[in-house]
């Protein structure tokens, strides 16, 4: 099994994680942390759900999805489809969900029933729902650009729950209906 290794950084919405493989060419990002409520507890989620030993020094190529991460995050959008990432975990359909979650546009939604005829998979809404709620690497794979019916927001299992999933989506230029009105647009 490959070691990993793990770091937190600071951005414009709090501290994140981040984790990755050790010696491969490229890394891998196999963990994302979006903030918790204390630098600490945030240290302690990427650590604890990536099994990663704590790094001073990131590779080159997590430095750069770091700083690519702080961009996007800043409201400079990014595109994180050329991440190499390293999701060992999941295989088969939730494998499937992740990589077209990952072909959703910033600044777009897709339904879950959307995914799902995305995936020719109709009917199976619940299943794409679940693997995006382990989703281990959010933001790099976009969960949070996959809505309920009508774009409600719905679903999001990060800390700050919706209101993280909804200025994600601000920061992109998305804006998402409650149904009855307006829920939030780009600030």
Not at 155 to 160: C, E, M, P, V, W
């Amino acid at each position: 099994m490959r070691r990993s290794s793990c770091c937190v950084f600071d951005t414009r919405i709090g501290w994140c994680g981040i984790a990755w493989t050790d010696g491969g060419n490229p890394a891998a990002v196999t963990h994302f942390q979006l903030p918790e409520d204390t630098l600490e507890l945030t240290e302690s989620r990427i650590a604890r759900s990536s099994g990663a030993r704590e790094a001073t020094t990131p590779q080159a190529e997590i430095g750069q999805v770091i700083k690519q991460v702080c961009r996007h995050l800043e409201g400079d959008v990014q595109d994180f489809r050329d991440v190499v990432l390293g999701v060992t975990e999941e295989n088969g359909f939730p494998q499937e969900v992740y990589e077209a979650a990952r072909l959703i546009p910033a600044g777009e939604t897709r339904t879950y029933g959307g995914l799902t005829k995305i995936l020719g998979r109709s009917g199976s809404s619940q299943a794409v729902g679940q693997a995006l709620v382990r989703n281990p690497i959010p933001l790099l794979i976009p969960c949070h650009r996959v809505a309920a019916g009508g774009g409600r927001l719905a679903r999001f299992s990060a800390y700050g729950g919706l209101a993280i999933k909804a200025r994600l989506l601000a920061i992109e230029g998305a804006s998402l209906s409650d149904g009855q009105g307006q829920l939030f647009t780009q600030p």
